[in-house]
């Protein structure tokens, strides 16, 4: 592992059957997550993506890389996911490149766009590296 290596990019699809399970598994049920109406009523384009499943997506790159163990991750949310009701519903592309690596452990900074933007700010993982 040296810093510069690139983590395989992983596209997902989030469509609105997606966050009404998330809405489910997590029990967060803002209607700003699964109700268009009361989205738009409190100034939102749509329905968005809960930030946490977001953040667990980009989150994803680095655990289906399959390197080490994750110790910790953090992410600002900067940008919703707007997901429109359709069957293709929302496309969020995440990556991650290693910054630095020191006792085993690599510093990993992540990156997570939905329409050509990013959607998390200084999103960072630290992965023990598997020997």
Same mark, same amino acid.
């Given at each position: 592992m040296q810093v510069g290596d690139e983590l395989p990019v992983i596209e997902v699809r989030l469509t609105r059957a997606d966050l009404? !399970?998330?809405a489910g598994a997590s029990l967060d049920f803002n209607p700003i997550h699964v109700n268009e109406r009361f989205a738009k009523a409190v100034g939102l384009p749509d329905v968005i993506a809960h930030g946490m499943l977001t953040m667990a997506l980009a989150g994803r790159v680095v655990t289906a890389w399959g390197k080490g163990e994750l110790l910790d991750y953090s992410a !600002?949310?900067?940008?919703? $996911?707007? $997901?429109? *009701?359709? *069957? *293709?519903?929302?496309? $969020?592309t995440v990556a991650g490149k290693v910054t630095a690596v020191e006792d085993g452990v690599a510093k990993v900074m992540l990156s997570a766009h939905f329409d050509g933007k990013a959607v998390l700010g200084k999103p960072v993982a630290r992965v023990r590296l598997a020997d």
């Amino acid at each position: 592992m040296q810093v510069g290596d690139e983590l395989p990019v992983i596209e997902v699809r989030l469509t609105r059957a997606d966050l009404v !399970r998330y809405a489910g598994a997590s029990l967060d049920f803002n209607p700003i997550h699964v109700n268009e109406r009361f989205a738009k009523a409190v100034g939102l384009p749509d329905v968005i993506a809960h930030g946490m499943l977001t953040m667990a997506l980009a989150g994803r790159v680095v655990t289906a890389w399959g390197k080490g163990e994750l110790l910790d991750y953090s992410a !600002r949310f900067t940008r919703p $996911v707007v $997901v429109p *009701d359709t *069957d *293709d519903g929302a496309l $969020v592309t995440v990556a991650g490149k290693v910054t630095a690596v020191e006792d085993g452990v690599a510093k990993v900074m992540l990156s997570a766009h939905f329409d050509g933007k990013a959607v998390l700010g200084k999103p960072v993982a630290r992965v023990r590296l598997a020997d």
